[in-house]
């Protein structure tokens, strides 16, 4: 089945106080985003890479590409003023009637190729996977006032690639928006579809602090 992978790069980012949103921001000689497109591309390097960008760093995407002599083939998308509006764009591009589509965020350069290779695999066979890892800390869920501790071992915590067959993703984001949509599991679960969850891995953090910064430092270099 064909695939496809829609990297969310729309985001301002600029919570680190950077002068540019974080997926631009260079790690070992390159931009966090071309990382991240890398390592789609070693998986498989005839997957489709749509990368949704906001209107105002295209021209900056484009002459970034330049500098870096970057050339793996993908395409642009426009972003929307939230993440659910910039995946609805890029799923809407998807002129294909079956397909496999995974929706990454642009700050994930650590994914595993392992991760990347379950995430398909389960969407091809179920229509669903979402990656997880199991929290190794103790949590505690605070109310008001009050807080009290929670079994841990019924939590996870979700990365993406979230992979779905693309008839699925084309009927949830059909749907209104809703704040409550934080990603794409959270949309397609609301048209009463299971979500099936494989093992992700734990390198595989959104780059949002200086110490994720720093860890993917050591990580890609
Ligand atoms: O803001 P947050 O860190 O949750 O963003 C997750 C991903 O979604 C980032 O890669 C960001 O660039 C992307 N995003 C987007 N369009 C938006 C908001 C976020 O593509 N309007």
């Known amino acids: 089945m064909k695939r496809y992978a829609i990297i969310v790069a729309a985001g301002s980012g600029l919570r680190m106080g950077s002068p540019v949103p974080k997926q631009f921001l260079t790690v070992c000689g390159k931009p966090i985003l071309m990382h991240t497109m890398q390592r789609f591309y070693d998986f498989d390097n005839v997957l489709e890479l749509i990368v949704v960008l906001h209107e105002d760093y295209r021209n900056y995407w484009n002459e970034l590409c330049e500098q870096y002599n970057f050339v793996i083939p993908h395409r642009i998308v426009s972003g929307g003023r939230e993440r659910f509006f910039s995946v609805r764009n890029a799923v809407q591009s998807i002129g294909e009637v079956d397909a496999v589509v995974g929706i990454h965020d642009a700050v994930r350069p650590m994914v595993s190729i392992d991760t990347l290779t379950r995430c398909f695999d389960e969407a091809e066979a179920k229509g669903t996977a979402v990656p997880t890892i199991v929290i190794n800390d103790s949590i505690r869920i605070v109310e008001a006032a009050e807080n009290r501790s929670v079994d841990r071992s019924k939590y996870r915590i979700v990365q993406t690639p979230q992979c779905f067959r693309l008839s699925l993703l084309n009927r949830a984001f059909e749907q209104e928006y809703d704040p409550l949509f934080t990603d794409d599991a959270s949309v397609v679960?609301?048209?009463?579809?299971?979500?099936?969850?494989?093992?992700?891995?734990?390198?595989?953090?959104?780059?949002?602090?200086?110490?994720d910064l720093k860890l993917a430092e050591l990580s890609l270099c």
């Open 189 to 211: 679960e609301a048209l009463g579809e299971a979500i099936h969850l494989v093992e992700g891995n734990r390198e595989n953090v959104k780059i949002t602090t200086a110490a």
